[in-house]
């Protein structure tokens, strides 16, 4: 499969370390920084899931720059203390007190979970929450309990609205998660703009050029220079653009709605923040909390017509999307969350690579917390 060859070719400058070393070493390193062992897991199995998947943007490279960075300024609490605001039959809405994301995230789709076990559906806002990894950990906790899982989050301002130049909305991601009759869930999760700041910052690690249309100035023209455009979006003189692109000729407008959608339910369902409240930044230009939103919900197909009749569907579906006509050159076709199972199945082989510049954050995390490892690529 021309994916697979094109996937070692893309990473032959990495060292591969395997995932339990490699999740050994995140958690013990937020230890050190003062999270609680049991929220360590959980923050490590977010983190090496989206490794394992291939999404190298929210993976072992966010442990220091977006968590023990936050926790050191004193813009994010190690520890995590959840509020329960209000709970009743299908709903709840919980308060992360500006804890670690991961772990408030996983204890509300817990309750989406078992609340639509009950009723069919359930339903969980959060707020005062942070980043919390790859939306699709989430999603694919309902469907490993034989649920339909969604989940979105804001984020810091990032996204133009379509005829606009200035970042007004966070990447904003409208994550689906359903099981099928296959080896992996359907799994869309994606921001709802072009890129996302992760990617850029992959590029940035790589030393390449943005492709045209991800970014824009205040002149409402396209940027390349991706690390100047990092420093720019942090300072608000460049926005990522919507789903869609620039104006509305290619569908931006779509994009600009969605991640309106998923930013007002990611604060008016619990009278949370949004947009500009999100910046990370007092008007001194000093670092402070970002209190993100979140929702979760779980549906359960029992309540329907059955599981096992919605995964087949679900299954036929998707394999009657590949099995269709391909463009001249193409020699498959994927649906949503087959690439990141074959990136699993690669990986889980090989390990996970690890670029250079992390390499030497992963250094300096080890020498800084004085943690018993080396690693194969300091020798040479």
């Known amino acids: ?45 977010v983190l090496i899931e989206s490794d394992k998947r291939g999404i190298d943007s929210h993976g072992i490279g966010r442990l220091k720059p977006i968590y023990i960075d936050r926790i050191d300024i004193g813009i994010m609490n190690p520890v995590t203390e959840i509020e329960v605001v209000k709970d009743q039959d299908a709903t709840a809405v919980l308060d992360g007190h500006n804890g670690m994301g991961h772990v408030v995230g996983h204890k509300a789709m817990e309750m989406a979970i078992e609340k639509a076990k009950k009723y069919g559906m359930g339903m969980v806002a959060v707020r005062n929450s942070n980043h919390y990894g790859i939306a699709g950990y989430f999603a694919t906790m309902a469907t490993e309990a034989g649920m339909i899982g969604i989940t979105g989050t804001n984020a810091r301002p990032s996204i133009a609205p379509t005829f606009g130049v200035e970042n007004m909305l966070g990447t904003n991601p409208l994550t689906f998660g359903l099981p099928t009759d296959e080896e992996f869930p359907f799994v869309l999760d994606c921001a709802t703009s072009v890129s996302q700041r992760g990617k850029i910052e992959v590029y940035g690690r790589a030393g390449k050029d943005l492709p045209p249309g991800w970014v824009i100035d205040h002149e409402g023209k396209t940027r390349t220079d991706t690390k100047q455009v990092l420093e720019d979006l942090t300072t608000g003189k460049a926005a990522l653009t919507p789903l869609g692109g620039i104006g509305d000729m290619t569908g931006g407008y779509k994009g600009y709605g969605y991640a309106t959608i998923v930013e007002i339910l990611c604060a008016a369902l619990q009278d949370g923040s949004w947009m500009k409240a999100l910046n990370g930044f007092d008007e001194n230009h000093k670092p402070i909390p970002y209190p993100l939103g979140h929702f979760f919900i779980a549906i359960d197909p ?33 649906t949503a969350g087959e690439k990141e199972y074959l990136a699993w199945k690669f990986r889980n082989e090989h390990g996970c690579p690890v670029p250079p510049s992390l390499q030497k954050v992963m250094v300096t995390l080890r020498d800084r917390y004085k943690m018993d490892y080396h690693w194969d690529f300091e020798k040479k």
């Open 1 to 45: 499969m021309k994916f697979l060859d094109e996937y070692a070719e893309h990473y032959a400058d990495c060292a591969w370390i395997h995932f339990p070393e490699l999740e050994k070493f995140m958690e013990e390193a937020l230890i050190h920084a003062g999270v609680p062992a049991a929220d360590a897991k959980i923050i490590g199995d």
């Open 302 to 334: 029992e309540h329907f017509m059955g599981l096992e009749t919605f995964k087949r569907i679900a299954g036929t579906i998707c394999r009657q999307l590949r099995a269709s006509e391909k463009a001249p050159g193409e020699d498959y076709i994927f």
